[in-house]
């Protein structure tokens, strides 16, 4: 079992960037894929990014392609989404989570964090 906690959230204006940070418990952090989704009010999660276990591969949404991009710190137990040219569009919760399979939906992910806002002023 693994253990998430987000942080990095904040307002930012159009345009900015922003990174967030996962720390992760436990010893087998590398065991697990990792992904970032997003929740707006009033919709449904949205898959955000992703990255295998080795951080050989990543995965992204289309509407954050170009701008996004997950990395991670299997030392350190860690996963990052660094977010450039921001949109008040990407304004959400962002969550991050973890799945010893692979995957882009909810449904593919076992473990969540609480979650981190992050705003966007137009």
């Known amino acids: 079992q693994v253990q998430l906690v987000e942080s990095g959230g904040g307002l930012v204006q159009a345009g900015g960037s922003l990174r967030l940070s996962c720390a992760a418990s436990g010893r087998t952090f590398s065991s697990y894929a990792m992904a970032w989704f997003r929740q707006a009010p009033e919709k449904e999660r949205e898959f955000v990014a992703a990255?295998?276990?080795?951080?050989?591969?990543?995965y992204y949404g289309d509407s954050v392609k170009g701008r996004f991009s997950i990395f991670r710190g299997n030392a350190k137990n860690t996963a990052c989404l660094q977010m450039n040219s921001l949109k008040p569009g990407d304004a959400a919760v962002y969550y991050c989570s973890a799945t010893y399979r692979t995957g882009s939906t909810p449904a593919d992910y076992d473990y969540w964090g609480q979650g981190t806002q992050v705003t966007v002023s137009s």
């Open positions: 990255i295998t276990r080795n951080g050989g591969s990543t």
